[in-house]
């Protein structure tokens, strides 16, 4: 009876692209997370607040997805965010089974209060980086983001 062949061997660690970006991720993370345990906020809420401030009211379903949440656990999220008074739910007039959620002027001042620290924390990785560097990744990675992946031979769902 024939063997199969030997399943194909992975990617060293170091070469691996999921484990290459969590290690940057984590690497550029660190002072952000110092900036807003200062600020009390999580780094989901922090960027509830930036969605809502950039972007404008949306839906839970649309901050879920500009805010890279998952959807399930925005509606924890955002109910500790109301009780802070950092954002406000209001029904949707249009679609009474929707609400739109937008940013309060307690979550306004809070961007307005850490946007010097990010602001430096992000020249800070720039400089350290190169700023043509920096600019090629951000566009590498919204490359990317826009291409669709399959799974390797299982089904996509």
């Known amino acids: 009876m ?22 940057a991720r984590e690497r550029i993370i660190i ?14 809420q922090w960027r509830i607040l930036r969605v809502l401030d950039e972007a404008g009211p949306m839906s839970g379903q649309d901050l879920a997805r500009a805010a890279c949440l998952q959807p399930a656990s925005v509606s924890r999220l955002l109910q500790a965010m109301v009780q802070k008074g950092q954002i406000r739910r209001v029904q949707d007039m249009s679609n009474r089974r929707r609400q739109v959620v937008s940013i309060c002027p307690a979550g306004s001042q809070i961007l307005s209060d850490y946007s010097a620290v990010s602001r ?38």
Not at 31 to 44: D, F, K, N, Q, T
Not at 133 to 145: P, V
């Open 31 to 44: 002072p952000i997370r110092r900036m807003l345990a200062e600020a009390g906020v999580s780094e989901p």
């Open 120 to 157: 430096g924390i992000t020249d800070q990785i720039r400089s350290r980086f190169g700023p043509d560097k920096y600019s090629q990744l951000l566009d590498l990675l919204d490359d990317l983001n826009s291409i669709e992946i399959g799974t390797g031979g299982i089904a996509d769902p």
């Open 2 to 23: 024939p063997k199969d062949p030997p399943p194909a061997s992975l990617s060293p660690t170091g070469r691996s692209l999921p484990i290459a970006l969590l290690r």
